[in-house]
């Protein structure tokens, strides 16, 4: 009676409620009832099925907003304004502190522009990240970001935390949108889209979106190949801990935005509740999708 009881009573505060229809948006809400903290999701199968929780809510991007900087660099080659080849140079007005390895080089290296942008989705660098910011130019960015449809997305300046308290705003479905439309080789180009994603595939900080994923379908020791497989950008502030991105299954892919903010806990460590909530809806939409065979409902 008392389990009976739950499923059918609707909270008078707060946004989640849950009815006797356990169906995987309520199922999400459940799993957010306990939670320190507000999680904006979007989530897109590709069949016409969407769930959005806080979808359109604002929150800082922190390192997310770097995939948007990645889509305008490739923007501004396919129009033939810039050119991955070319030579930049890391100078004093991008040092900065935080992820990558440029942090370990003193300025005055140069790298190709290209190498320079995978560094800053694959680990994260944030000098490098300063040093693409620079070569194409803030209000380029942005623009191109308008351009993209992406109307609550903005980069509101470079990485400086001595300088400002904040890098970037946007929404899980603005976030989402662009996964979607990579996803599917119609964000720049196919050719273009196509080298993005397996650069976000070599992201090595996938600690939300994969973590409870079973290891034995992301092994190719353990199996004939690698069942699932993941391209994403993750970004953490101390007010915040976001993922996103596009997960790969043998039944087609599905695109997961998760972004987090209002949690007590501004501390840096793996079991972060942010992480392990992420990481447990995360699991929830896989195990969904595969049951399902590529739908995160029957048909």
Do not use: W
């Not at 439309?181 to 992201?203: C, N, T, W």
């Amino acid at each position: 009676m008392r389990q009976e009881a739950f499923f059918n009573i609707r909270k008078k505060k707060g946004p989640y409620y849950m009815d006797s229809r356990l169906t995987l948006e309520k199922r999400i809400e459940a799993e957010l009832m306990s939670y320190d903290g507000k999680m904006g999701i979007y989530l897109d199968d590709f069949n016409g099925n969407v769930i959005s929780v806080h979808g359109d809510e604002a929150f800082e991007t922190a390192s997310a907003i770097k995939t948007y900087i990645l889509v305008c660099l490739f923007d501004q080659v396919e129009k033939g304004n810039k050119s991955l080849e070319d030579v930049i140079e890391y100078k004093q007005e991008h040092v900065v502190d935080g992820s990558g390895v440029l942090p370990a080089l003193e300025p005055g290296a140069v790298l190709r522009v290209k190498d320079a942008a995978t560094f800053m989705i694959i680990v994260s660098d944030n000098i490098a990240t300063n040093m693409i910011i620079d070569y194409l130019g803030l209000e380029t960015i942005n623009q191109c970001i308008r351009d993209l449809g992406c109307r609550d997305t903005v980069l509101h300046n470079p990485i400086h935390f001595e300088k400002y308290d904040k890098l970037g705003t946007s929404t899980p479905r603005d976030y989402a949108s662009i996964f979607a439309r990579l996803a599917k080789g119609e964000l720049i180009s196919p050719s273009a889209d196509g080298k993005m994603v397996e650069i976000l595939k070599k992201q090595h900080y996938n600690t939300m979106i994969t973590r409870d994923f079973p290891p034995v379908y992301m092994d190719s020791d353990n199996t004939d190949d690698i069942l699932i497989s993941v391209a994403s950008k993750s970004g953490s502030m101390d007010a915040c801990r976001n993922d996103g991105g596009i997960v790969f299954t043998p039944y087609g892919p599905y695109v997961i935005v998760m972004f987090h903010k209002e949690f007590s806990d501004a501390m840096y460590y793996p079991a972060h509740p942010a992480t392990v909530f992420g990481a447990r809806v995360s699991r929830m939409i896989l195990d969904q999708f595969l049951a399902l065979e590529g739908r995160f409902y029957s048909k």
